[in-house]
């Protein structure tokens, strides 16, 4: 007689997981639902509703290989509701269980839905994370500012990881100096390994392309792992072929380069597939043994067990308000070149294109190309965070709203960050090679000619002056705009409001 309901869902495929650790083989059923209000909610990418449709599926027969009773509900089944609560209530229905235990979920909406269910189910706490939410809110009590360098630097004393003795490996605890430099071409990448769908997921992309048709998003090609074993595998390429220069090109950007030495696990993480523990594990492995070099490394590990972690806390620490922050007042509407792509900055297109088709961008790209621009443009942060949820492979709310909200558009009003992530088109000129195929010259300051991002980001500094000119980290910038002419300051002005009222 079983007793005992567990229901996992899409981004728990984890065999260690809170609720299975717990849970009785012989007397407990899994329940895994695809439903429509998953995959609608935000309407995502659709290789990233096939990537969780055809996970959830080969972790189904993992846990049944392993001995599990799994009740797999797919989304073209009948009676599927289309909702976590609704199949539950049936399942419960359906077996007559006694006892629902799940896993906590990431997001704050579908845990206080939870929270609600009829059937009362036991929520355990996801300890997939290094740092809980109780150890979070007590780092954070009492401090004036809420820095990340001060949480990694707790979590590499915890963890043990790249640790000299209680002293940081190499006499420091950031090497970050080391890293960022520009990409010109010229340097070989290693690519990322691309895995052909088997038959399983060639069920679930049949499924995706009808029932998801008018998603954002190219379903096909599609390449990621679908299975632990062959994420194991992306992750042996990442650190056999990409992580010795994984710092040295963090914040580079090249037309033709869309991971450069980017690990590309981040979806593998935070759906189950990777341990983020494990991952940091072999990463410092490979220091260990010479393969690579303590800045790659450290710069790893400083952002799956830093700020990984730290966006997390954060997350659970300021929802359900934090959602709502607008710090900075924004109210434009997405700009539509979000979607289509359709827009003569070359770096924003090629940044729109790229996620389209890959649900992939690396974090520069995220950050000071669709980020700043938003930012410098006013877009509404909940529409941007909207976005950014729908069109990554490795988007939930709990790490994607921290950056996007926090750290991308400033929206917390600097909880996260300490200044804005706002910049002319000199620093995309310097990091990456879009400029050279722009229609805009990013060395113009002014005119119809002249690259947008450079007179937008005078006018964000002179829009945002009561709040920002105040900011030490940003009085360098108010000093420069200060001396400009007054001809100059006009011209900012007068091509930021042409500009902008012709979004
Ligand atoms: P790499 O650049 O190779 O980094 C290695 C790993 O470090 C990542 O896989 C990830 O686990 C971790 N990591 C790096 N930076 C961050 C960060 N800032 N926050 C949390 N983890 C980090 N990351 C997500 O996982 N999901 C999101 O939805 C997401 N939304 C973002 C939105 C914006 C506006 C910005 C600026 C950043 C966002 N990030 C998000 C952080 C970061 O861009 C991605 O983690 C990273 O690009 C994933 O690609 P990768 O696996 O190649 O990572
Ligand atoms: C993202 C996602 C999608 C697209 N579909 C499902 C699904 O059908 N069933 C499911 O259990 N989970 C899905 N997920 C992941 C959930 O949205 C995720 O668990 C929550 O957002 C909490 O992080
Ligand atoms: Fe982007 Fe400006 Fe460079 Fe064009 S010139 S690619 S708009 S930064």
Known sequence: MKSQLIPILGDQLSPDIASLRQADKAAAIILMCEVA?????????????????SAMR??????????????????????????????????????????????????????????????????????RFLCSDSAFAAWAEGRKTLRMEYFYRDMRRATGLLMDGDQPEGGKWNFDHDNRKPARGEQHFPGVPRFAPDALTAEVLALVAERFAD????????????????????????????????????????????????????????????????????????????????????????????????????????????????????????????????????????CVVQTREEAYAHHIQRLMVTGNFALLAGVDPYAVHQWYLAVYADAYEWVELPNTLGMSQFADGGLLASKPYAASGAYIDRMSDYCKNCSFDVKAKNGAKACPFNYLYWDFLVRHEARLRRNPRMAQMYRTYDKLADDRKLAIAQDAKRFLSNL
């Open 37 to 53: 209000e998953e995959a609608t909610y935000v309407r995502h990418h659709k290789k990233k509703i096939a990537f969780i449709f």
């Open 215 to 350: 998603h954002f998003g190219d379903l096909e090609p599609f390449w990621f792992a679908a299975t632990r074993a062959d994420a194991q595998v992306a992750l042996a390429h990442f650190i056999d072929h990409a992580l010795a220069r994984f710092g040295d090109f963090q914040d580079a950007m090249l037309l033709k380069e869309k991971f450069l030495s980017h690990a590309v696990l981040g979806l593998y993480i935070n759906c189950g597939l990777l341990d983020a523990l494990s991952v940091c594990r072999a990463v410092e492995a490979a220091y260990r043994k010479g393969h690579v070099p303590l800045n790659a490394a450290e710069g790893f590990i400083r952002q799956v067990i830093g700020w990984r972690e730290y966006v997390r806390g954060i997350y659970w620490l300021k929802m359900p308000d934090y959602i709502a922050n607008n710090a900075l007042e924004a109210t434009r509407p997405l700009p539509d070149f979000y979607w289509t792509g359709d827009t003569e900055m070359a770096c924003v297109r090629a």
């Open 58 to 127: 080969h972790f189904a027969n993992e846990l049944r290989q392993a001995g599990w009773t799994v009740d797999y509900v797919a989304l073209d089944d009948t009676e599927n509701c289309g909702s976590l609560r609704g199949e539950v209530a049936r399942a419960v229905e359906r077996h007559g269980t006694i006892a629902v235990t799940i896993t906590a979920p990431g997001e704050w909406r579908l845990l206080e839905d939870m929270q609600g269910w009829p059937c009362q189910p036991t929520i355990l706490s996801d300890d």
